[in-house]
């Protein structure tokens, strides 16, 4: 059984730093995709994804140079590194992961999931 569970979230003056992780079990690492998927509304956007057998990665243009996403040296870690955060980055972050189907572009921009996390909640305060 698949299982993502995020942590990390919080509450954070615009300008600071988060970092997300998620901790992963249930599946073969390098046979999925694994990515960061905001939630803000009802709507969702792909925030970063990476790899599970290259380590390619994919950013959403708004978070490009301040976020970056890794995998642990154990693979079953995934952590999102958050920096200068911004008001708008705030939302429920879900870490999500889907089989080797789409590559990393495909998978985030599509919104193409196969698992999801329960979700960390992101605030950002002026």
């Known amino acids: 059984q698949v299982q993502l569970v995020e942590s990390g979230g919080g509450l954070v003056q615009a300008g600071g730093s988060l970092r997300l992780s998620c901790a992963t079990s249930?599946?073969?690492?390098?046979?999925?995709?694994i990515g960061w998927f905001r939630q803000v509304g009802k709507e969702y956007e792909g925030v970063s994804c990476i790899?599970?057998?290259?380590?390619?990665?994919y950013y959403l243009d708004s978070v490009k140079g301040r976020f970056t996403i890794s995998r642990g040296d154990a693979k079953d870690m995934v952590f999102l590194q958050m920096n200068s955060l911004r008001l708008d980055d705030a939302g429920t972050y879900h870490c999500?992961?889907?089989?080797?189907?789409?590559?990393?572009?495909?998978?985030?921009?599509?919104?193409?999931?196969?698992?999801w996390g329960q979700g960390i909640q992101v605030n950002v305060s002026s």
């Open positions: 999500a992961t889907r089989a080797l189907d789409y590559n990393v572009k495909e998978m985030c921009v599509g919104v193409r999931i196969g698992y």
């Open positions: 249930g599946y073969t690492f390098d046979h999925y995709n």
């Open positions: 790899s599970g057998v290259d380590g390619a990665t």
